[in-house]
C-alpha cells in the first residue's frame, strides 16, 4: 500500500538583504530562523526527494520528510 503526503513545509524567502524592505529578511534574522530549523531537527531536500515523497515513496534521508 502506497502512502502519498498530505503536505510538506515549504519557506520562501524573497529577498534577504542589509537593506530593509517589506519583503526582506535580514542576513542576521534569516542565521537565526535557519539555527532554529537545525535545532529543530528540521533537514533541507532536493526536488527529486520531495517528488519522491509525494509519490509515496517515502523518505530516505532525514526527518524532514
Partial sequence: MT???KGVPVLMYHHISTSPGMITVSPDNFAAQMAYLADAEYRTIGSTQLAAYLA??????????
Avoid at 56 to 65: A, I, K, L, M, P
Fill in 56 to 65: 509515496g515513496e517515502g523518505c530516505r534521508r532525514n526527518r524532514s520528510c
Fill in 3 to 5: 502512502r502519498h503526503a
